[in-house]
């Protein structure tokens, strides 16, 4: 009688069944760059979070506005502009002249600026937000040497304000509307307040009449010469 021999569980096992094998990680793996390379070997974990991290930048940049299509930019100032601690004088109205024609070659430059480097309309918004803050600070550094100035007409607001009054007066007085309002810009410094009152409380008569000529002698000249020094004293 022939014996018969049960094969192995191990034999039964195809070649195409067999387990696959552990990858050298130092010989596939040279396509990764020196930089993801830990302890001189290939660092998987490394490269796969570099790489995850380029494609959640990418998606991004594929998420974020860009620039308007025509290229055209909001340059108002935005409504919902905090100017934090800048508190601008109270009456102070802050523009900026973007329909100004002699500004116009400047924004005009600004839009070109944006939409060259595509920049969406939201970035538009906050530089105009700076240049909008910028001449709230310029305001603010105004208003205080104004009021520096201003103290030094008197020791208490009424008295300083009775003193602007009446020059202000004064020039309504004796001045077209026009050049009484050109010379208000002097009213900005104590110097130019007490200039204007020295002009306006001077006592002057009429202006002399501008004087003639020195007569030349003309003793001694005869002729042409006489004519031409006759001449000049006309």
Do not use: C
Not at 119 to 146: C, E, H, R, V
Not at 172 to 183: D, F, I, W
């Amino acid at each position: 009688m022939t014996e018969t021999t049960t094969p192995s569980p191990e034999s039964q096992v195809s070649a195409g069944d067999a387990p696959a094998a552990q990858p050298d990680s130092g010989s596939d793996l040279l396509w990764i760059g020196q930089d993801f390379h830990t302890d001189g070997r290939p660092d998987v974990g490394r490269f796969r979070e570099h790489y995850e991290g380029l494609l959640a930048e990418d998606a991004r940049r594929r998420e974020a506005p860009t620039a308007p299509a025509d290229g055209k930019y909001d340059l108002s100032i935005p409504a919902d502009l905090d100017f934090g601690e800048l508190k601008p004088p109270e009456g102070t109205k802050i523009e900026l002249l973007t329909d100004d024609p002699n500004f116009a070659p400047v924004f005009g430059e600004l839009q070109a600026f944006l939409h060259q480097n595509n920049l969406p309309q939201q970035t538009a918004s906050g530089l105009i937000g700076l240049l909008a803050k910028y001449q709230a600070a310029q305001s603010i550094a105004a208003d205080k040497i104004y009021s520096a100035e201003i103290e030094k007409l008197g020791p208490t607001p009424g008295a300083r304000n009775a003193r602007l009054q009446s020059v202000r007066h004064g020039l309504a007085n004796r001045l077209p509307e026009a050049q009484a309002n050109a010379l208000l810009a002097a009213t900005q410094s104590a110097a130019g307040v007490q200039a204007l009152e020295a002009l306006l409380n001077r006592n002057t008569g009429p202006m002399a009449a501008a004087p003639s000529p020195q007569k030349q002698a003309l003793n001694g000249l005869s002729g042409s010469e006489l004519l031409r020094a006759a001449r000049a004293t006309m």
